[in-house]
């Protein structure tokens, strides 16, 4: 019996202060020179939606205060998200059986989808399965952890919760590189998906498979480090480097090991890190040059926005979907180092 899980809905939300790139740079000026002008200028971003009025960033006073903030905006995004997804898909906010919710800029005990539970109605006996840590790759993950529950209660309806306020984590007394290149590529948003076992129907992308692979001795090239200031970028230049000598070989092995070749993929749902990152995803699997122009599109209109990234892609790609049969893959990259593979059929 096929026992695939269906995608029924994606919905992204994003904060109201939406703001060029060069009035983000402006803005900025306090504390970044030259340097910051360079990277923005070829980070791929026009325009970023940001959590919070431009004017206010520099009045923060540290890490409690913006955790504050994120905790406020967070919530408002996710449940605007899921509602949404909710009533795309047509399903009551009472049929969700578990809630998977991912963010790493931000800290909440309880978790957000904890805090939703009210506010949307979810079931009280609904499972919680909040993921910290996974950045960049948590829309991908948690997509494949949906897939995973689903393929083992095919009568269950998941919710997936995606947040990352960004914005909200730049320090403004630090100058590296890693920095200065995050706060020119990082935007705000929030994403949520409803995906139903494969005994309820719907009508959006089935959850094939999927593939988790993390590469030796790359834990120190992406990621935080957290203290009393809050979160500082670990942001190497090797990103781009891992992601030529791994990636190409594990995408691969992957499609090969369900009888496909990199020419079946019609459709290329691709983390928007960045442009160099991109290129080096176009230039290992040997894509055609418009393969990835929802990717470029979402870095250029949104920005990088870490996990939601891949599922602001697929909302897109959604409202005018591929015709049946197609088959299309998603794939995000973060700390570890690592990646994520979702393989999907319209």
């Not at 360079?38 to 955790?67: C, D, I, M, W």
């Not at 800290?107 to 909040?130: I, N, T």
Request: one cysteine or more.
């Amino acid at each position: 019996m096929d026992n695939t899980p269906t995608v029924a809905a994606v919905a992204v939300e994003f904060p109201s202060h939406q703001h060029r790139q060069g009035e983000v740079m402006a803005a900025l000026s306090d504390f970044a020179g030259p340097d910051f002008q360079r990277f923005a200028a070829h980070s791929g971003v026009a325009t970023r939606q940001l959590a919070l009025p431009l004017a206010r960033y520099s009045k923060l006073s540290g890490f409690t205060e913006a955790n504050d903030e994120y905790l406020d905006i967070a919530l408002d995004l996710s449940e605007r998200a899921l509602l949404a997804a909710l009533d795309r898909a047509d399903i009551a906010p009472g049929d969700i059986d578990v809630v998977f919710s991912t963010t790493v800029t931000g800290l909440a005990v309880p978790s957000l989808e904890g805090r939703l539970m009210s506010r949307v109605g979810l079931r009280p006996d609904v499972k919680r399965v909040p993921l910290f840590g996974l950045g960049c790759v948590a829309g991908a993950a948690g997509l494949a952890r949906v897939h995973d529950y689903l393929r083992a209660f095919p009568t269950h309806v998941a919710a997936l919760i995606a947040v990352e306020l960004c914005s909200l984590t730049v320090q403004r007394e630090d100058l590296s590189v890693p920095n200065l290149v995050a706060a020119s590529l990082f935007g705000d948003g929030a994403a949520a998906v409803i995906a139903t076992g494969a005994r309820r129907y719907a009508s959006g992308p089935r959850l094939l498979a999927t593939r988790s692979q993390t590469y030796p001795d790359t834990d120190d090239i992406l990621g935080w480090k957290i203290g009393s200031e809050g979160f500082s970028i670990v942001l190497s230049v090797e990103i781009a480097t891992v992601v030529e000598k791994y990636l190409g070989d594990n995408v691969r092995e992957f499609l090969a090991d369900h009888g496909l070749v990199s020419d079946d993929i019609s459709t290329w749902i691709v983390h928007a890190a960045g442009p160099k990152i991109i290129d080096a995803v176009e230039n290992v699997l040997r894509l055609r040059s418009d393969a990835l122009t929802p990717t470029r599109n979402s870095l250029r209109d949104h920005g990088n926005l870490s996990s939601v990234s891949v599922l602001d892609i697929l909302d897109g790609i959604e409202s005018n979907p591929p015709p049946p049969g197609s088959l299309g893959l998603m794939i995000a990259m973060g700390p570890g180092f690592s990646a994520e593979l979702v393989l999907l059929e319209w």
